[in-house]
């Protein structure tokens, strides 16, 4: 017996295009929402890197090299309790905000899209009625959801892991296999690109202190074009840590386009030496205006270009001044006082205020608002790429070669940066710390408090000057004289350290 023909062909097949607009509407939607976690900074794309700068062991390379495996592993349980509740969310919210807005839209366009290829289907056709939380939409938003978050977040943490691996090859460093590894590692920390120079300071702290020959190497490494391998790498470890200080200098500083800038009013005209031009045309000679419409003219003309060349200080205000004793009577007999009053810029511009601020304070003003902590990041440490951990790398690469220099350095070609180091260390440490005591907050920043002035960026860096100087105190207190490091830095070095 044949199958009975379907009696609506038309409804099965527009019913699955609606299954089809229907996911990819739960995708964009999913997709604005992730993408807004990413701009607001809940989602970080260098998860691992960020693990790192606020681990306490940041302060000595690690031995223990993990696997990429390893780290994807012990972050899956977060990552299957943010699905789960993620996708259960949009379950719940996808079929309503679906039913309510984009349904009939996308009825319309799978509509027009049928009849295009002159598919036979009535114009009275309408949309049949489906709960908002019908079976099949409550499945579909939780199935679409659960798959979209499991391919972006687990692709983003797969990236972050081996992005995030140590540079080592092998066991050894990546310089390790270069013809010159010294230059190699030198012209990386020189780089332009933020990736390279990251990576080249990641390795350089972990020579400093797990690669005792690759230590020695640089000591010994003195007949070098641009001076000597300890020169050029403290140079350019110093200019990192110096860029701190240099930034929050600049910081408040007009730039030196705006200081030579000078107002126009301010210059004083040159006295006139000649007769005053002519108003007239100089290609041609207009003929005098005879009739009445030609005069008409010419005096609307002339008038209209004085107005236009200086409006305000010639003829007073645009209105004239019967237009403007005409506005402020009605004002005054058709608003009360009260609303005068509210119609002043001054009150216009609280009132404004006010509503921005309850904006700004919702979660639709969240991604305006500059935090705090943003602020001083940007400031410190750089924009748009912050350069904190090149900068730390560079404080525990600076501390390690100095106090390993007691026994490695045959030369002595250390001793004489002892005290730059120090020093460098100690005005960076006050300046950082006083410039996060007084950075006013940005006026987007309508939820900040005092508490909140200690950020993580601000700590992890002033933590690791400080194990810095101790540890360069310890090792130096009893040579300080020998080496020329003055009384008063040793004294603010101790007090930083909280050595007595």
């Known amino acids: ?45 260098q998860e691992f890197v960020s693990d790192r700068m606020s681990d306490p062991s940041i302060q000595r390379v690690s031995n223990e090299i993990t696997h990429p495996l390893e780290k994807i592993k012990s972050k899956m349980p977060d990552l299957l309790r943010e699905l789960s509740l993620t996708s259960a969310g949009l379950s719940i919210t996808g079929p309503i905000l679906y039913s309510l807005t984009l349904r009939r839209i996308a009825w319309r366009t799978s509509l027009a899209s049928a009849r295009f290829f002159r598919w036979d289907i009535p114009h009275t056709q309408e949309l049949s009625y489906i709960p ?24 983003n ?7 995030a691996q140590e540079p080592l090859k092998r066991g050894q460093p990546l310089t390790q296999d270069s013809n010159d590894p010294n230059g190699s590692l030198i012209n990386g ?13 990641w390795e350089l702290a972990m020579i400093s202190q797990r690669f005792p020959e690759r230590r020695v190497a640089i000591f010994k490494d003195i007949d070098r074009l641009g001076g000597t391998a300890w020169s050029q790498i403290s140079a350019e470890c110093l200019r990192m840590v110096d860029g701190v200080t240099a930034r929050i200098s600049a910081h408040g500083q007009p730039p030196m386009q705006q200081q030579a800038l000078v107002r126009v009013e301010d210059l004083q005209p040159l006295p006139r030496l000649g007769m005053p031009l002519k108003q007239e045309p100089i290609f041609m000679s207009t003929p ?5 419409r030609e005069m008409v003219e010419a005096k609307v003309g002339t008038f209209v270009k004085s107005v236009g060349d200086n409006p305000v200080t010639s003829y007073g205000s645009p209105l004239g001044p019967k237009g403007t004793q005409y506005i402020e009577a009605a004002r005054e007999k058709l608003l009360t006082p009260e609303q005068r009053q509210a119609l002043i810029p001054a009150n216009i511009r609280s009132q404004f205020y006010v509503y921005l601020t309850r904006f700004l304070r919702s979660w639709l003003g969240q991604p305006f608002r500059q935090t705090f902590a943003r602020r001083i990041r940007s400031i410190a440490f750089g924009q748009p790429f912050s350069e904190l951990i090149p900068t730390i790398n560079a404080v525990y690469s600076l501390t390690s070669l100095v106090t390993a220099s007691l026994k490695e350095d045959a030369y002595g070609k250390v001793a004489k940066d002892i005290p730059l180091v120090m020093r460098t260390f100690i005005v960076t440490y006050q300046t950082l710390d006083m410039f996060a005591g007084t950075l006013s907050p940005h006026w987007t920043d309508v939820e900040f408090s005092d508490s909140q002035r200690q950020t993580e960026d601000v700590m992890a ?18 040579l300080s004289a020998d080496l020329g490091i003055r009384d008063q830095d040793m004294r603010m070095a101790k007090a930083i350290a909280g050595i007595t």
Do not use: N
């Open 132 to 155: 908002p939380y019908h079976y099949g939409l409550v499945l579909r938003s939780l199935l679409s959801g659960l798959l979209l978050l499991l391919i972006w977040r687990v692709s």
């Open 288 to 292: 005098q205006p005879s009739t009445r």
């Open 1 to 45: 017996m044949p199958p009975s023909p379907r009696s609506r062909p038309y409804r099965d097949l527009l019913t699955l295009i609606l299954h089809r607009w229907f996911t990819q509407a739960a995708g964009i939607c999913l997709l604005l929402c992730y993408l807004e976690a990413i701009i607001i900074g809940d989602k970080s794309s």
């Open 189 to 201: 920390l020189k780089a332009k690109k933020a990736t390279v120079k990251s990576f080249a300071y």
């Open 461 to 478: 860096m002033l933590g690791a000057l400080k194990r810095g100087l101790g540890d360069t105190v310890k090792a130096f207190s009893g």
């Open 157 to 163: 943490i797969a990236f972050s892991a081996y992005v």
